[in-house]
């Protein structure tokens, strides 16, 4: 179960060699695309490598290739459900617009289950805070007009980009308007500190999950209103322990805020957030976690299959429970 991959940061090695390829000219090397085991970057640095990224992905065949690469390959890694979010972007000198954007990744979707690829996909448009209020009531309308045309492919909104830039009081409209129309909410939330009146307000909406919700709790500097507010709406949160320790969010693997909110029993899912660019594949994180936190075959299990109540395609729940059901022999003996 993936629940959240952001597109773009999600670009293997082996596709940003072809897109290389298709712009030689850019003079773009592996380096500046992707931070390697033992590299660190700010969050800052980060934002930088994700530029980079979209210089490389312009026009609507980098996207649907893109997009059909990095489901084949949460395929490959063995996810059977993923919620794929992406920020709709135009882009004047190829011609891409907004529309078409999301219309290229529904359709490498479909192709993708078309020809068999053996998992589930999901598609939240993301509102990038960095440009405003504006575009992101103009992207909620995007979004709900694809929520209805779409057969239930598109199914939420996530509000991500930079931490520090801007405020969430700017974004209250456009977010409360989403919710109001069906779509669901996965909000980046407290992903770096002092964030506490943001968190506050964002979470009076209330989001369907948060993401990352690093500085959410009391000992890293968050309330234990904030903590209670989660709790008390049960809003299972999304953690990426390699994109927070890469990203220096976190110090270390083993202060990853995962254990606080695991040993409380609330809903925590793992997830990859960019597996391309912190070079990592959801496998990965389930083994960090299981040997950071001590956690047994049967724990992480039971990790994965409580992440089936926490996605947004009710209709699928059914389904991914019996496909639980069936490959758990298959796998180990409990
Ligand atoms: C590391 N932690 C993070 N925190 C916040 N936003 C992040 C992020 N990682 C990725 N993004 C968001 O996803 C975009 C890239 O994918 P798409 O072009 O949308 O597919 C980034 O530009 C940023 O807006
Ligand atoms: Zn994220």
């Known amino acids: 179960m993936e629940l959240h991959a952001h597109?773009?940061?999600s670009v293997s090695f082996s596709t940003i060699e072809k897109l290389v390829a298709r712009?030689?000219?850019?003079?773009?090397?592996?380096?500046m695309t992707a931070i390697r085991s033992g590299q660190r970057r700010t969050l800052d640095e980060c934002f930088q490598v994700f530029k980079v990224i979209h210089q490389l992905v312009d026009t609507e065949e980098d996207i649907l290739m893109v997009a059909k690469d990095v489901i084949r390959e949460f395929a490959a890694d063995g996810v059977k459900y993923l919620e794929l979010r992406s920020t709709p972007r135009k882009e004047k000198t190829t011609g891409?617009?907004?529309r078409r954007y999301v219309e290229t990744v529904i359709e490498a979707i479909r192709q993708c289950k078309n020809e068999g690829v053996d998992i589930e996909v999901r598609f939240l448009v993301a509102v990038d805070r960095r440009n405003g209020a504006e575009v992101a009531m103009e992207t909620v309308k995007l979004a709900e007009d694809f929520m209805l045309s779409t057969g239930g492919l598109v199914v939420g909104l996530d509000l991500s980009g930079d931490p520090t830039v801007g405020h969430g009081r700017d974004f209250l409209p456009?977010?409360?308007k989403a919710k109001n129309c069906g779509l669901k909410l996965s909000l980046h939330l407290s992903e770096v500190p002092s964030q506490a009146d943001e968190s506050e307000l964002l979470l009076n909406i209330p989001p369907d999950r948060i993401g990352h919700g690093t500085f959410l709790h009391p000992e890293v500097g968050g309330s234990q209103s904030l903590v209670d507010k989660v709790r008390k709406h049960n809003t299972p949160l999304e953690l990426c322990l390699t994109s927070n320790v890469k990203g220096q969010t976190v110090s270390s693997y083993s202060q990853h805020h995962f254990l606080?909110?695991?040993?409380?029993g609330h809903p925590s899912v793992i997830c990859?957030?960019?597996?391309?660019?912190?070079?990592?594949?959801l496998s990965q994180e389930y083994q960090l976690a299981a040997s950071t936190f001590n956690l047994s075959q049967e724990d992480m299990w039971t990790l994965s299959h409580k992440a089936i109540d926490c996605t947004f395609a009710p209709d699928l729940q059914q389904q991914l429970?019996?496909?639980?059901?069936?490959?758990?022999?298959?796998?180990?003996?409990?």
Do not use: R, S
């Open 260 to 264: 606080y909110w695991y040993q409380m």
């Open 96 to 98: 891409m617009t907004k």
């Open 174 to 176: 456009a977010l409360q």
């Open 272 to 281: 990859t957030d960019d597996k391309g660019v912190f070079c990592t594949d």
């Open 7 to 9: 597109l773009n940061g």
């Open 23 to 31: 712009k030689p000219h850019l003079n773009i090397e592996h380096g």
């Open 321 to 334: 429970h019996q496909k639980w059901l069936e490959l758990q022999p298959t796998l180990f003996q409990l």
